[in-house]
């Protein structure tokens, strides 16, 4: 399923000055997104963009590949409490190292009413202190990183179908040489069937089509991938939150 970095930052350029190849892309697709269209990209997509510890990892890889990192919402998605990842935006966990006995050190701030927004799209949800929720994160993440591009993917999902079962193997394709997706499609856990049912099948269609490997780099380590570490933020941040929260008394 992944290349390395040195075979994706080979490829990429290879297969994106090869007018065929892109052609054919667009003709699969029929639209490629704006911020694919002018150069190859390095390329997080997320329901928010968020600054949590797997942002520098993402960030450190597109440095290494010499792509501008670009990070794209999908804010039409909907919240779900049952969804890890989703959880961890509304309900953030600040990581301030090992304690004593070597346990995690982790303060964790609620941020949206989950009771109110559960099945409800990023879009339409509030902070407790009653600004956009999007535009929480997309603030946080622009005075964090700076050098992350942001953009919302949205409106081309619901173009391709909207559905994940199918958007994704457009999705995809759009990686065999526009760009350089970096993610980790877990085969184990509460991913396992979205890995298996949806994303396996996605890139078996691509991989028939093209003749060719969409370009995926793991974005952390896939033996610790699981640990949800990835999903905390720094300590630092607990300020800016508390400050927030503090608003809503």
């Known amino acids: 399923m992944y290349v390395t970095l040195e075979e994706a930052k080979r490829t990429v350029w290879e297969r994106w000055y090869d007018p065929a190849i892109r052609q054919k892309v667009k003709d699969y697709v029929g639209e490629i997104p704006e911020f694919l269209l002018h150069e190859p990209r390095a390329a997080l997509i997320r329901h928010l963009p968020t600054p949590n510890f797997e942002q520098p990892c993402f960030v450190e890889g597109a440095k290494k590949l010499g792509l501008k990192p670009y990070c794209s919402a999908f804010t039409g998605d909907k919240i779900c ?3 890890p990842d989703k959880v961890a935006l509304g309900k953030m966990s600040f990581f301030y190292g090992k304690g004593r006995k070597g ?7 609620r941020v ?12 339409e949800a509030k902070t407790l202190w009653k600004t956009d929720f999007v535009d929480f994160h997309r603030q946080l993440l622009a005075e964090t990183m700076p050098d992350v591009e942001l953009t919302d993917i949205t409106e081309w999902l619901i173009k391709m179908g909207g559905k994940p079962k199918l958007f994704w193997h457009r999705l995809l394709s759009l990686f065999i040489c526009h760009g350089i997706l970096f993610e980790n499609f877990h085969s184990q856990g509460p991913e396992e069937s979205f890995t298996n049912e ?3 099948p996605a890139l078996e269609k691509v991989k028939t089509y093209f003749g060719l490997k969409p370009l ?3 974005i952390v380590p896939i033996e610790k991938e699981r640990e949800p570490y990835w999903s905390w933020y720094p300590g630092h941040l607990e300020q800016r939150v508390k400050r927030c929260l503090a608003r809503t008394g």
């Open 81 to 83: 409490t049952m969804n």
């Open 112 to 123: 949206i009413d989950f009771n109110k927004y559960d099945g409800k799209s990023f879009a």
């Open 216 to 218: 995926i780099v793991p």
């Open 198 to 200: 949806i994303i396996l």
């Open 103 to 109: 346990g995690d050190r982790v303060i964790s701030h």
